[in-house]
């Protein structure tokens, strides 16, 4: 009974866990570049329940069954692995905000490939981000809405002057006085990146390889994947099965407690 008390109650945690990834994906859905995140469930390793002892187990028709003979197998319960973005490229709208640059994925020969801008955080560090919602800082740099650095393609961050440049369709940044070429880097698989905070992403990426073709389309910008019709209708999914389990989780609640206040009791 204790088995599926926990069964059921992991059932719920992995439910909520799944909900607050669901909650996540809805008030990010205006948020331009976001990916959304998918829950991957998966259940507890299998155990193998096997009786102990030298007696016999009478059962039906008198059939003596061995106490240390194998009964079977028994799941104990779900758990979230992890949280798996989809990099689906989103929807292309125009805002004609010089400032706004848009990364369109035209021919990506690896399945899993993808492009992003490089950006450098508040720690120094490189990251990449498909956000291209850009902005001048004070000192006439290009950075994203918190402040990080928009790199070049050498690394260093681009300094523009002001809003008034031009970005041609291969990433070339262009102002009266510079050309500087947009830090984009491309990676074969974005399953191994790491999701942070701020529309960032962390690990290993390179230069364009050839065969890549991408356009950078200033004045748009790429919005969230966010599907909201199938996101609601998967939050109500996955209440109802946190619903379920509870119920389940009650029924063994009570059944212990008749176990305790009836069964056991004397005289």
Same mark, same amino acid.
């Given at each position: 009974m204790?088995?599926? @008390?926990?069964?059921?109650a992991?059932?719920?945690?992995?439910?909520? %866990?799944?909900?607050?990834?669901?909650?996540?994906?809805? +008030?990010?859905?205006?948020?331009?570049?976001?990916?959304?995140?998918?829950?991957?469930?998966?259940?507890?390793?299998?155990?193998l329940? $096997?009786?102990?002892?030298?007696k016999?187990?009478?059962?039906?028709n /008198?059939?003596?069954?061995?106490? /240390?003979?194998?009964?079977?197998?028994?799941?104990?319960?779900?758990?979230?692995?992890? @949280?798996?973005?989809?990099? +689906?490229?989103?929807?292309? %709208?125009?805002?004609?905000?010089?400032?706004?640059?848009a990364?369109?994925?035209?021919? &990506?020969?690896?399945?899993?490939?993808?492009?992003? @801008?490089?950006v $450098?955080?508040?720690?120094?560090?490189?990251?990449?981000?498909?956000?291209?919602?850009?902005?001048?800082?004070?000192?006439?740099?290009?950075?994203?809405?918190q402040?990080?650095?928009?790199?070049?393609?050498?690394?260093?961050?681009?300094?523009?002057?002001?809003?008034?440049?031009?970005?041609?369709?291969?990433?070339?940044?262009?102002?009266?006085?510079?050309? &500087?070429?947009?830090?984009?880097?491309?990676?074969?698989? &974005?399953?191994?990146?790491?999701?942070?905070?701020?529309?960032?992403?962390?690990?290993? +990426?390179?230069?364009?390889?050839?065969?890549v073709?991408?356009?950078?389309?200033?004045?748009?910008?790429?919005?969230s994947?966010?599907? +909201?019709?199938?996101?609601?209708?998967e939050?109500?999914?996955?209440?109802?099965?946190?619903?379920?389990?509870?119920?389940v989780?009650?029924?063994?609640?009570?059944?212990?407690?008749?176990?305790?206040?009836?069964?056991?009791?004397?005289?």
């Open positions: 204790l088995r599926g @008390f926990y069964t059921a992991s059932g719920m945690m992995a439910q909520q %866990r799944y909900q607050e990834a669901l909650g996540n994906n809805i +008030a990010n859905m205006n948020t331009p570049g976001f990916k959304a995140d998918q829950a991957t469930i998966r259940s507890f390793p299998e155990m329940i $096997q009786a102990q002892g030298n016999q187990l009478p059962t039906k /008198n059939f003596k069954v061995p106490f /240390n003979q194998t009964i079977g197998s028994i799941n104990t319960g779900v758990y979230v692995q992890e @949280f798996v973005p989809d990099f +689906a490229q989103g929807d292309i %709208r125009e805002t004609g905000i010089g400032t706004d640059l990364l369109v994925q035209v021919n &990506v020969p690896d399945e899993n490939g993808g492009l992003f @801008f490089r $450098q955080n508040e720690a120094g560090e490189e990251r990449l981000t498909r956000n291209g919602n850009f902005t001048i800082d004070g000192d006439g740099y290009l950075v994203t809405n402040g990080y650095y928009v790199l070049s393609s050498t690394g260093e961050p681009i300094q523009p002057g002001g809003p008034h440049f031009n970005v041609t369709d291969t990433g070339i940044l262009q102002t009266e006085t510079q050309t &500087v070429p947009l830090g984009i880097a491309y990676t074969a698989d &974005v399953n191994g990146l790491i999701k942070e905070g701020d529309n960032l992403y962390a690990g290993e +990426a390179g230069a364009v390889p050839a065969g073709e991408f356009n950078v389309r200033q004045g748009f910008l790429e919005g994947n966010v599907d +909201a019709a199938r996101t609601m209708t939050m109500m999914n996955a209440y109802r099965s946190f619903e379920l389990n509870q119920r989780l009650k029924a063994y609640d009570e059944s212990l407690g008749k176990a305790v206040s009836e069964i056991g009791r004397l005289g």
